[in-house]
């Protein structure tokens, strides 16, 4: 059975769940389809705290993932400027920023 | 079941039915599938939080004997006397609230055919899914005349706690005028860019308390993390200090704990002040369970973090060979929650997919100033590899007001990582 690993991650990073949900069933034959962290998603709590503490690290979870999104791509462009964010985003794609930006919005 | 735990709450946490049958999706018509966790530092303290966040049904038990831990980043304020060894210590209380059962006592032995640990008091865990984070054991048999006496004279403080406040004790009780010697290894170690930051802070009292005192480096290397930002922030801060690279006879061959020498192959250097930073593996746990190979460390797939050596074990942290990843806090707890997912997954029966991962080193070189190094990476023929055009280093040109930035960050990236795995 052909099962299409990589380009289906990318597609189910971006789309998730809804178009994901039969292709993870006939692949993995999984009791259920979990929504799956996206890749890179997880690191970021590392820094940036959930609540807006006191930190001088922004909080990301719950955002709004446009404004996640236009950062990153801005990090990457060099149009903002960070101390470390610039080095970071040039780690992920559009792809992969969306996928992580839907997914911090939906942490609470 | 086939072991008795000794602890009522280790009890009702893995009470539940056999050892899963081999290769079935442990979650399936089974009872709660068991993950054990050895150690409880940022890698295996953050795995154990992360799984149960991911697999609720799971039961999570992380075996570590410390009550309190004591953490490495940060440490080297506390030995400069910029910071109270109390910011470095966390208890297991919020990890208890989170649903994880601990076991408090050293793992002494693994069993990965049974699916089995057993503890110092002899009783035993069975799981599904074993993940190893043992962090480092220092190599007393690799550096002639440092061995655990010769540590309480010359201390290492490569693990935070007491050989950390010895050190800095030492430092307080040396006369102005005095030498303070810093041996660092050959990579790979803990830490990387940790001595050169530790020498920083060092020389940061000296300069302010001692100032006629004086600072070496011996290094077993040519080259080092962050070097041009290190060294450039010497010249301006800390003439007084002297790194001695590998090419100079910088290494260390062997130690004489009572005279506070070290013997290079260039000759003897006497210090006031001797801190050696000695060679390093794996923790112990690591060779009983199989799971380390020649070099002393962990070998593991770059997706699932699963032991090459071993099935159904997974390393994570300073032990692990991870690529291109240092043996760092952040890189601990990136790593830890990669695998997580991936257990999860495999628990469930499912193909984990392909994590990436993120590092961010911050390394204080004096107050206000920071420097950093991060570094965005990913599986890549079997190991984990830096993606191409991300990372790097601070800017070298950068001005005071980004150092102190990035201060700022070191900062609250410590309180916000305690935070996630302790809090």
Do not use: A, G, V
């Given at each position: 059975m052909i099962c299409p690993g990589r380009e289906f991650s990318a597609r189910r990073n971006v789309k998730h769940t809804i178009s994901a949900a039969p292709l993870l069933f006939i692949c993995f034959s999984a009791a259920q389809a979990q929504s799956p962290v996206p890749a890179g998603a997880a690191a970021c709590s590392g820094c940036h705290a959930p609540a807006p503490l006191s930190s001088p690290v922004p909080p990301l979870a719950g955002r709004n993932p446009d404004e996640i999104v236009a950062a990153m791509q801005d990090f990457r462009s060099g149009k903002r400027e960070a101390t470390i964010m610039t080095r970071i985003a040039k780690g992920f794609s559009d792809e992969e920023t969306r996928a992580i930006a839907v997914w911090l919005s939906a942490q609470p | 079941m086939r072991a008795r735990p000794t602890r009522r709450s280790v009890v009702q946490m893995l009470g539940a039915g056999p050892v899963a049958p081999f290769f079935a999706p442990a979650v399936l018509g089974q009872a709660a599938p068991r993950v054990v966790v050895i150690g409880g530092g940022f890698a295996g303290a953050t795995c154990a939080r992360e799984l149960k966040r991911q697999f609720g049904n799971a039961a999570v038990t992380l075996i570590e004997p410390n009550a309190t831990f004591t953490a490495c980043p940060f440490s080297n304020a506390v030995i400069a006397g910029l910071r109270d060894i109390d910011a470095q210590r966390f208890g297991y209380d919020g990890v208890k609230r989170a649903g994880i059962a601990i076991a408090p006592q050293a793992a002494t032995g693994v069993d990965p055919q049974a699916r089995r640990v057993t503890l110092a008091d002899k009783s035993a865990l069975n799981y599904d899914r074993l993940v190893v984070a043992p962090g480092i054991d220092l190599r007393f048999d690799a550096l002639p005349g440092y061995d655990n006496p010769a540590a309480e004279i010359m201390p290492h403080a490569w693990k935070a706690g007491e050989q950390t406040a010895l050190l800095r004790r030492q430092l307080e009780a040396m006369e102005d005028g005095g030498t303070v010697i810093i041996s660092a290894p050959a990579n790979?170690?803990?830490?990387?860019p940790g001595p050169y930051e530790r020498a920083s802070l060092i020389a940061h009292y000296l300069r302010t308390k001692k100032p006629r005192s004086k600072l070496l480096i011996l290094d077993a290397k040519d080259a080092f993390s962050k070097q041009r930002l290190f060294q450039n922030a010497w010249k301006v801060f800390y003439p007084n200090l002297e790194w001695v690279s590998l090419s100079a006879g910088g290494k260390v061959t062997s130690i004489d704990a009572k005279s506070k020498t070290f013997a290079t192959e260039f000759g003897d250097h006497k210090a006031d002040v001797g801190n050696v930073i000695p060679p390093q593996r794996a923790g112990r746990i690591a060779e009983a369970a199989g799971i380390a190979d020649r070099s002393g460390w962990c070998p593991i797939d770059p997706v699932t973090f699963e032991s090459k050596l071993q099935q159904n074990i997974h390393v994570i942290g300073d032990a692990a060979i991870a690529g291109a990843m240092p043996k760092s806090a952040f890189a601990a707890n990136s790593q830890a929650k990669a695998c997580a997912a991936a257990v999860a997954t495999l628990l469930r029966g499912e193909k984990p997919a392909e994590p990436k991962l993120i590092n961010t080193c911050y390394s204080v070189v004096a107050p206000d100033y920071a420097i950093s190094i991060a570094g965005v990476y990913h599986p890549s023929n079997g190991l984990l590899a830096d993606v191409e055009g991300a990372g790097g280093t601070s800017p070298v040109d950068a001005p005071p007001s980004f150092r102190a930035l990035e201060a700022s960050y070191a900062d609250a990236w410590f309180k916000t990582i305690t935070a996630e795995i302790f809090g």
């Open positions: - | 790979p170690f803990r830490c990387p």
